[in-house]
């Protein structure tokens, strides 16, 4: 007979699990056709295992520079924009003349008109994409990479 080592008799334990969290193991089981015991001992196992913590604090190290890169995007895209703004106000202030006292008045007479129809082109622009800044990398790719050009 052969000497069977380090092999120890399973313990029994009883564990009450919420409904939701049973029906979870449940379904992960039938999955994975396995038996919902050796699920929720490879669990506990995971869960009481010295590196788990360094598992989970590598994960969220990752998801934590997921989110710098994504900040950092932000924060040029906008400096891109802030740039593009000034460039195209301090442009506009240099061209336009100012207009004579009649027609000064006139003008702001109808600021009301004129801006609320800015803002229901801008929401109607906004609802339908795509967005300026996606046109504009089309633009500078060329008419080569879209196939000939807007139509």
Not at 42 to 54: G, N, T
Not at 98 to 127: D, F, I, N, Q, W
Request: a positive charge.
């Amino acid at each position: 007979m052969i000497a069977m080592a380090g092999l120890k008799k399973k313990a029994q334990i009883s564990v009450y699990l919420e409904p939701d969290t049973m029906d979870m193991l449940a379904h992960y089981a039938a999955q994975r056709d396995q038996s919902m015991s050796l699920i929720a001992q490879a669990a506990i196992a995971s869960f009481l295992s010295p590196d788990s913590a360094e598992r989970q604090e590598a994960a969220l190290a990752r998801r934590l520079g997921q989110i710098g890169r994504r900040l950092s995007r932000l924060e040029r895209d906008l400096g891109i924009s802030t740039e593009a703004f000034a460039t195209f106000i301090r442009f506009w202030l240099a061209t336009t003349p100012a207009l004579p006292e009649p027609a000064a008045r006139a003008a702001r007479a109808k600021v009301s008109e004129r801006y609320s129809a800015y803002t229901t082109a801008l929401g109607r622009r906004l609802a339908k994409g795509p967005q300026l800044r996606q046109e504009i990398a089309e633009d500078v790719a060329g008419p080569e990479k879209d196939g000939g050009g807007r139509s």
